[in-house]
C-alpha cells in the first residue's frame, strides 16, 4: 500500500491514545499514532517543512503495536512508521543510529562485536540473536541447557544477525537478509528454535525457514522435563513483540506454573494488554529518559503486585528492566529461571 494511502486510512478518532505508553508519559498529541500519521501525511504532501523537531516523531515510538490493535480503522502503523524511517533516517542527526546501521552492515551486528562461529551441523539450531549473544549470554546458555535436555543432536547459529536492527533504524535490509538465507541454506538448516522475539518474528515473516519459539518446544516436551522449586512471587512481563507481535502470551504462564512452589502474581497491564517497557524500536537510543520512564512503571506495577521476582521472554526488555530495578525486585529472563538447578 502506498504511504499516502495508508496514512488516509486513519479517521482522527483518537482511541489509539489510551493505550501509548509515550503518550501515556509526554500526554502530547506528537507522540501518539494519530499525531504521528497527521505528521506525516503533512510531510508528504509538503504541508510542513521536514524539521527535525517533525521528522524525529518517528522514532519517537517503541513499535509496541498497541496503537495498531486498538485502531478500529486498522491502520498499520508500525508499517507507516517504519516506512517514515527509512524515508527520513538520512535527514537526521542520529549518530547512534547510524553507527549502528553502519557496523551491522560491516560486523554483521549492531554491537560492532566480532561475530562468534556458529557450532554443529544438525539441522535443527539454536539462533541466540545478537543481543542475547553479546548482552545477556546467561540466556544462550540457560536455552542451551534446556534444549540438550529435549532435543538429540542440535546445532547453534551465531553468525548473522536476523537483520532487524536495519529495518527498526530505517535502513535497506533486503541484501543483508538475502545474504543470511544463503547461508542458512550452506549450513543446511532448517528449523531454527528461537529466544529473542524480535528474531522470531524477523525469521518467521522474512526467512524461508521453519521457525519455533522456545517456548512451544518446552510445553511440548513438559512431561519430561522438571523444573527446580522457586519459592517466590513471580511477576511476568509480557514483551511486545512476543504478545502483539506473535501472539505468545499464555505460553510462558503454563511454563511458570509447572515450576514448583512459584506464586504467579499478574501486572495490571498484562497479555495483549501489556504496557512497553521502552526498550523497543530503538527508542532508548533516542530518548534514553522517557524510555527509562516507561521502565519505571513496569518495575512500580511489578511492586503493587507485590512481586519478589520479575521476569520475562525477551533479551531486550530483560536488560532494560534489570538495569531500572532497584535492589528489592529481582529481574530474570524467563528462560534462566526455568533452566536454573
Ligand atoms: S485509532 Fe486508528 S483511526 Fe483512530 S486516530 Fe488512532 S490511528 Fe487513527
Ligand atoms: S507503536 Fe506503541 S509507542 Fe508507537 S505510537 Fe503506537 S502505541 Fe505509541
Known sequence: MEPESLLKRCMRCGFCRASCPVFEETKNEGSV????????????????PASEKALLRVFEC????????????GVEVGSAILAARRRYLAKLELPVHEWKVEVTRE?????GEVMRASEGEASTAYFPGCT?????GEIEQAA??????ILGDFSVVRDFCCGAPLLTFGSAWED???????????????????TCPGCYNTLRKHYRIEVVHLSALLLESLEELTFSPLSARVAYHDPCHLTRGANIYEEPRRLLEAVPELELRELEHTRLDTR????????????????ASLGKRRLAEAKRAKAEVLTTFCPSCYLHLRTLAGEDLIVK?????????
Do not use: H, W, Y
Not at 62 to 73: E, G, K
Not at 144 to 149: E, F, I
Not at 176 to 194: D, P, S, T, W, Y
Open 33 to 48: 499514532a494519530r499525531g504521528k500519521l497527521q505528521t506525516l501525511l503533512a510531510l508528504l504532501e509538503g504541508e510542513v
Open 62 to 73: 517503541t513499535t509496541c503495536d498497541a496503537c495498531a490493535q486498538a485502531c478500529p480503522a
Open 107 to 111: 560486523m554483521g551486528n549492531p554491537f
Open 132 to 136: 542475547t549473544q553479546f548482552r545477556a
Open 144 to 149: 542451551v541447557g534446556l534444549l540438550r535436555r
Open 176 to 194: 543483508f537478509i538475502a545474504r543470511n538465507r544463503a547461508k542458512l541454506e550452506e549450513q543446511g538448516v532448517e528449523r531454527l528454535i528461537v
Open 276 to 291: 512497553c517497557c521502552g526498550a523497543g524500536g530503538g527508542f532508548p537510543l533516542a530518548f534514553p529518559e522517557l524510555s
Open 333 to 341: 529472563d524467563l528462560t534462566v529461571l526455568l533452566a536454573e538447578d
